[in-house]
């Protein structure tokens, strides 16, 4: 099955820092993926598309100058978290679809656990 | 704007007993409905996907329907077993693209 590599699984940063986030899709293409963020004992939200070879698209309220989105291939998408602050230390996942169009079920990371001290 | 919610929060069972897990959403132009499973700390598994076509789909012990006329979905688990514990996700397609939107999920105890 289609497999999505998140990494690293947990940071921890000082704040003022910049931590970079890496998907993969290991096994499938994705010329879409997604980036979501959980607080704790909530849902996951939104936070961006992330669009191969063009720039991301972001939800209403996230700061597109703080979540660096970068797609450059088929199959990696990075989030930048810059200038973290300890507001930003959250749980953050990534997906991809393992298909085309809304047919193919979405396929997570485990998940990156962000600590800014 | 499509909403979710999973009712209740929590449940906590003993081992054997068949379960069901709600899961209604407001806007019934949805094109899928997914299920997943998340264990603490960890990301989502996928556990079904409902085509909007579709009523209901089938993996092993697992049986999720789909109701769109009444913005409902169930998540069925059969003969649950202490190793079903963990949160599960509802989320629903939103309108005409690929974003979904999560319920708060329920956190599932099976006892032994």
């Known amino acids: 099955g289609a497999v999505v590599s998140q990494h690293p699984s947990w940071v921890i940063c000082k704040s003022g820092t910049s931590v970079k986030i890496e998907c993969r899709s290991l096994?499938?293409?994705?010329?879409?993926m997604f980036w979501y963020r959980q607080f704790p004992k909530q849902s996951l939200m939104l936070m961006a598309t992330?669009?191969?070879?063009?720039?991301?698209?972001?939800e209403q309220g996230v700061e597109k100058d703080k979540f660096l989105i970068n797609h450059a291939s088929l199959t990696l998408s990075t989030l930048t978290v810059t200038s973290a602050h300890p507001e930003d230390s959250s749980f953050y996942i990534c997906?991809?679809?393992?298909?085309?169009?809304?047919?193919?079920?979405?396929?997570f990371g485990n998940g990156t656990r962000l600590t800014v001290t | 704007k499509q909403e979710v919610t999973q009712i209740p929060a929590a449940l906590s069972v003993p081992e054997g007993e068949n379960l069901v897990l709600n899961c209604s959403f407001t806007?019934?132009?949805?094109?899928?409905l997914q299920w997943f499973r998340q264990d603490p700390g960890k990301g989502l598994t996928s556990l079904l996907l409902?085509?909007?076509?579709?009523r209901e789909q089938t993996s092993g012990r697992l049986n999720a329907s789909l109701d769109k006329s009444s913005g409902r979905s169930t998540l069925y688990i059969a003969a649950s077993q202490p190793g079903d514990s963990a949160t599960y996700l509802c989320?629903?397609?939103?309108?005409?693209?690929?974003?979904?939107?999560f319920g708060k999920g329920m956190k599932l105890t099976v006892n032994p």
């Open positions: 806007d019934s132009a949805i094109y899928n």
């Open positions: 997906s991809a679809r393992g298909g085309t169009g809304d047919s193919s079920p979405l396929h």
């Open positions: 989320a629903a397609s939103q309108g005409g693209s690929e974003k979904l939107v």
């Open positions: 409902i085509q909007s076509s579709q």
């Open positions: 992330s669009n191969e070879g063009s720039k991301a698209t972001y």
């Open positions: 096994d499938f293409q994705a010329t879409t």
